[in-house]
């Protein structure tokens, strides 16, 4: 069955980086689209990023777009996220999330990674 | 940016009877191709979200036949026929028609 399971996250000053990985599992993972979403601590789910199956597409929520990127390595069954220049406000939990087969619902989700940004 | 909008924020049922939560878009439409591009997801406390819904009225595998999904345009609905104690969660609608692929701010569910 599908695996996605999270690690990077962590505790991290404000204006520093930090890169999480998502390791995929079960399904073929160069073939589907793979996305991040957040969650604050006690908050709703916010989207952040996808990416398409083969990397050549990338899209972002406004609040992240040129502070983060989105990449894969299909070889790897690996998905990332490098953050640059953290904020307060980027304190959640990231989950990564498998699109749909024929679409961008996320019918796979990981458990995801903690990330806390603070002085 | 498409903002959805949930109602109510929280809800209590008592089990055997009806859960309805609306979602509302702010664009126009969410149509195209003979697709509706709204997902519902349940999430539980300490889990990630579970995808209940997609197209708008579409079961996930798996997902019991009480969890149902309707409407257009701009309004959407789930509705649960007859709550159990384990649908005791937040749901989410989630638009996938434009990115950013925003989501609604959530409703609580509760029996009462």
């Known amino acids: 069955q599908v695996q996605l399971v999270e690690s990077g996250g962590g505790v991290v000053q404000p204006g520093r980086s930090l890169r999480l990985s998502c390791a995929a599992s079960?399904?073929?993972?160069?073939?589907?689209?793979m996305q991040w979403v957040r969650q604050a601590p006690g908050k709703g789910l916010e989207w952040v990023a996808i990416?398409?199956?083969?990397?050549?597409?990338?899209n972002y929520v406004g609040s992240v777009k040129g502070r983060f990127t989105i990449s894969r390595d299909n070889s790897k069954n690996t998905l990332y996220l490098e953050m640059n220049n953290l904020r307060v406000e980027d304190t959640a939990v990231y989950y990564c999330?498998?699109?749909?087969?024929?679409?961008?619902?996320?019918?796979?989700w990981g458990q995801g990674t903690l990330v806390t940004v603070s002085s | 940016d498409i903002l959805m909008t949930q109602s109510p924020d929280s809800l209590a049922v008592s089990l055997g009877e009806r859960a309805t939560i609306s979602c509302k878009s702010s664009q126009g439409t969410l149509y195209s191709n003979n697709k509706r591009y709204l997902a519902w997801y349940q999430q539980k406390p300490g889990q990630p979200p579970k995808l209940l819904i997609y197209w708008a009225s579409t079961r996930e595998s798996g997902v019991p036949d009480r969890f149902s999904g309707s409407g257009s345009g701009t309004n959407f609905t789930l509705t649960i026929s007859s709550l159990q104690a384990e649908d005791v969660a937040v749901y989410y609608c989630?638009?996938?028609?434009?990115?950013?692929?925003?989501f609604g701010q959530g409703t609580k569910l509760e029996i009462k």
């Open positions: 079960g399904f073929s993972f160069s073939t589907y689209g």
């Open positions: 999330a498998k699109s749909g087969y024929s679409s961008n619902w996320s019918d796979s």
């Open positions: 989630q638009q996938y028609f434009n990115t950013p692929f925003t």
């Open positions: 990416i398409r199956f083969d990397g050549t597409g990338k």
